[in-house]
């Protein structure tokens, strides 16, 4: 056959990729990925690495155990909030009105716990989630049924919710949260033993994952990554958990919040990568068309979608109020829709729909969470603080936009 | 031809507004053969296919699978009927891998709401290689990534890893290279090989000549004649797609 001279691989290849990968092999297909402009995580990785420099060669405060357990308190809300725009993201749309969502979920919910007529803290939570969830299908319902932009949509969403938190607090001013467990939600830390027992069984669960994972594909014959990387995988986390854990146990303990965080991560990322929904989302950011060819019901996953962007935008006013104690009329205002867009973009999830993941959302509000609070330490003025983190997602585009362009020219992207 | 074809349409016209886009038209392909459909822009070749998929119904006209008479009103019964359409533009999701592209929206799991990608993973080599598609890295890949004859492999296994028994190519050699095309064109009839109904629609006769086993032709939304590939010139078929004969023109007073 000439047709087959041409071809970089005339052999059986798909026989070969099923046999089991050399340590080396993975690696030269892991370098041939980096020169073709596929990155990964090492930018914000590095990034990470100068950001911390940075502070801490300025103060002396940053790479404190007290700073480290701020910093997850600090960058939960918008992680929260951030994995819901991952999703929406996802798609291809926009949710401009995260923000006040947010705001309404909360203060929803702080009034609910208000005496005389408090309500129990869960049925509270539950129903001002549900409240927001409406929020989404509605939104949703009029972005797919008009075939109207997500932009124009959620931008009036925005207005109309900021409207709505004024008018449901009304002249108050600030109403306080009445409720220790919503309020231990962001300011209960674990006791050091149970930190350390949570942090083990994390690091169980995931190796038992990984290397079931691993001799299921074994058995099928189904390419598969070598026992020795996996086995340095499950290495790198457990050393990863175990730092966390006894930095954090030096002061106060593993926040609460960042046991939440990992639940929604690890569920959200399930979702997003093992279920047919989650195949859905990515087909429909990749081509619409392709999706409603192999009748997929693009419509009613869009509203899923929107959802659940407002469920997580809810939980993270939930949170932020949590950490604040109380809800006042700025609630889910400044920039907390704006940084919790930058996160999820900043963590490698493109606007223009079907590339990025759930981590993501947790990667880049590390280092929104990273920069602001050292910037806080460093005392700067709010003016300064906006024009570096706004130069911050600047360059996380750039880095995406530049290595986007090797792939195009490698004919991969 | 004891046995009745394998897809048949009989008398079916289709219009747009004032457009008669297909006329009365009769077709018919059988098991194990390559069928092509040719024809000058606007002869009505992508009206019929879309019809025969389900995209919209034919006016008037009766379609046969296997000698009975159904009704196709939307895609999902042409798939339930076998009937599997690769379309030009090959509707598939770039950021998806091979095994997610070919799979998609018929997703299998094992699990209360998990993908089995494993089970997923090993059908999609099967049908890759019972097709002797071999010059894929890894079914892993994003389509992405991969080359115009390649994607076009990935989008036929697609069509005919569900059991498919008539597979319609939509153009499939339109933007392939010399030796994509080689490529493609030997998958095609390997299709055949297998028993299956192939429709090919093309505008390259050389192609057409290469594998087609009959040759419709369709002029102005009739049909002018069908074609035996091994009997006829190329001539013989440029003629009967610029200046074949029409049986009456709907609407014209002669």
């Known amino acids: ?413 | 031809m004891s046995e009745s074809p394998l897809l048949e349409l009989k008398g079916v016209s289709k219009a747009f507004g004032a457009v008669q886009a297909l006329y009365q038209v009769d077709f018919a392909v059988e098991a194990g053969e390559i069928m092509a459909l040719v024809g000058d822009n606007g002869a009505g070749k992508s009206t019929m296919i879309k019809g025969i998929a389900g995209i919209y119904p034919f006016d008037e006209g009766e379609i046969y699978f296997d000698g009975d008479l159904v009704e196709i009103h939307g895609p999902r019964d042409a798939a339930k009927l076998g009937v599997e359409i690769v379309y030009q533009d090959l509707a598939l999701a770039d950021n998806l891998d091979v095994v997610a592209n070919m799979f998609l929206g018929r997703e299998q799991i094992n699990r209360p709401f998990r993908l089995d990608e494993l089970h997923m993973e090993q059908a999609a080599i099967e049908t890759l290689e019972s097709l002797s598609v071999m010059t894929l890295r890894s079914v892993r890949q994003p389509v992405a990534e991969l080359s115009g004859g390649q994607r076009q492999a990935v989008a036929v296994a697609k069509a005919v890893m569900w059991n498919s028994k008539v597979v319609i190519l939509d153009e499939p050699t339109a933007a392939l290279g010399v030796a994509q095309t080689r490529q493609v064109l030997d998958l095609v009839k390997r299709l055949r090989d297998k028993g299956l109904a192939v429709v090919v629609i093309s505008h390259n006769l050389h192609d057409i000549f290469d594998i087609a086993d009959r040759i419709t032709v369709l002029r102005l939304g009739q049909r002018v004649s069908v074609l035996q590939a091994a009997e006829s010139s190329q001539q013989e078929v440029v003629h009967a797609i610029t200046a074949g004969q029409l049986d009456e023109v709907p609407g014209m007073v002669q």
């Open chain 1, 1 to 413: 056959m000439m047709s087959q001279i041409n071809e970089p691989k005339p052999t059986n290849a798909l026989k070969e990729s099923n046999s089991t990968q050399s340590v080396s092999n993975y690696f030269s297909d892991y370098w041939r990925r980096i020169k073709t402009g596929d990155l990964g995580s090492w930018p914000i990785f590095f990034g990470l690495m100068v950001i911390v420099i940075i502070f801490q060669t300025q103060n002396e405060n940053y790479l404190t155990p007290r700073n480290f357990v701020n910093l997850f308190v600090q960058m939960a809300g918008i992680t929260v909030i951030a994995i819901g725009v991952v999703y929406v993201l996802l798609l291809g749309e926009i949710d401009l009105s995260i923000g006040y969502v947010s705001a309404v979920a909360a203060v929803f919910m702080t009034l609910r716990l208000r005496p005389p007529n408090s309500w129990y803290w869960i049925a509270a939570i539950i129903a001002a989630l549900g409240v927001v969830a409406l929020i989404g299908i509605l939104q949703g319902t009029i972005i797919t049924k008009f075939r109207l932009p997500s932009f124009i949509v959620t931008l009036a969403g925005f207005l109309v919710w900021n409207g709505v938190v004024l008018i449901m607090i009304g002249s108050g001013g600030t109403v306080i949260v009445q409720d220790e467990i919503v309020i231990g939600i962001a300011n209960y830390f674990l006791p050091t033993m149970l930190g350390w027992f949570l942090a083990i069984a994390l690091v169980v669960l995931y190796a038992v994952n990984r290397l079931l994972g691993w001799r299921g594909r074994k058995q099928r014959g189904v390419s598969k990554t070598p026992l020795a990387i996996v086995i340095a995988q499950i290495v790198i986390v457990a050393l990863i958990v175990g730092f966390v854990t006894y930095i954090a146990n030096q002061d106060r303990g593993i926040p609460f919040v960042v046991v939440l965080l990992l639940v929604l991560l690890v569920g959200f990322t399930f979702l997003a990568e093992r279920t047919r929904f989650g195949r859905y989302v990515y087909a429909i950011g990749g081509s619409a068309e392709a999706a409603r060819r192999a009748g997929i019901n693009v419509d009613r996953i869009k509203i899923y979608v929107f959802m659940i962007s407002s469920i997580m935008a809810g939980m993270g006013g939930i949170v932020l109020a949590s950490r604040l104690r109380s809800v006042d009329t700025s609630a889910g205002g400044g920039n907390l829709m704006l940084n919790s867009i930058a996160a999820a973009v900043i963590g490698g999830t493109s606007l223009f729909g079907g590339r990025g993941r759930v981590i993501s959302a947790f990667i880049g509000a590390l280092v929104i969470a990273s920069v602001e609070n050292g910037m806080g330490l460093l005392g700067l003025s709010s003016g300064v603080k906006f024009v570096i983190t706004g130069l911050v997602l600047l360059l996380a585009v750039l880095v995406d936009a530049i290595t986007r362009r090797g792939r195009s020219q490698s004919g991969t992207a």
